[in-house]
């Protein structure tokens, strides 16, 4: 059976932790740093804070961006997505689905529930 240990996924993971410094949301998945902050983008939050690695819920490894409140609205339209940056080094680092699409007003606030980022154990 194959197996990845902690510290391996960790490593991935702390990046997270580590390099992380804005949270946009956006009206499709970005696949790139500037579809996340400039194309894609509807509003960001700097403020985020993410943990350490920790145990997943099925296994493997997770990071959790704790829930946020007052996020800059930059753009009105349908938000369906998240994107997390380094905004220093111009990185995409992850993205996902919003739990629920919001509508949004540019020149109004959002917030996000806590977000989960994990990898699983290989199966």
Do not use: C, W
């Not at 946009?24 to 509003?43: F, K, N, P, R, V």
């Not at 490894?61 to 339209?77: C, D, I, L």
Request: no cysteine; aromatic share 2%.
């Amino acid at each position: 059976m194959a197996s990845i240990a902690d510290r391996v996924l960790d490593n991935g993971l702390t990046i997270l932790d580590t390099e992380a410094n804005r949270v946009d949301i956006t009206s499709q998945e970005a696949t790139t740093y500037a579809e996340a902050t400039s194309t894609h983008t509807l509003g960001n939050q700097t403020s985020i804070s993410i943990s350490a690695p920790a145990d997943r819920s099925g296994g493997g490894r997770k990071v959790t961006m704790s829930a946020s409140s007052g996020g800059t609205v930059t753009g009105t339209g349908t938000a369906t997505h998240y994107a997390i940056v380094d905004t220093g080094n111009s990185r995409l680092l992850v993205t996902g689905s919003l739990t629920a699409s919001q509508s949004v007003t540019s020149g109004n606030t959002f917030s996000l529930e806590a977000l989960d980022v994990g990898i699983p154990d290989p199966s």
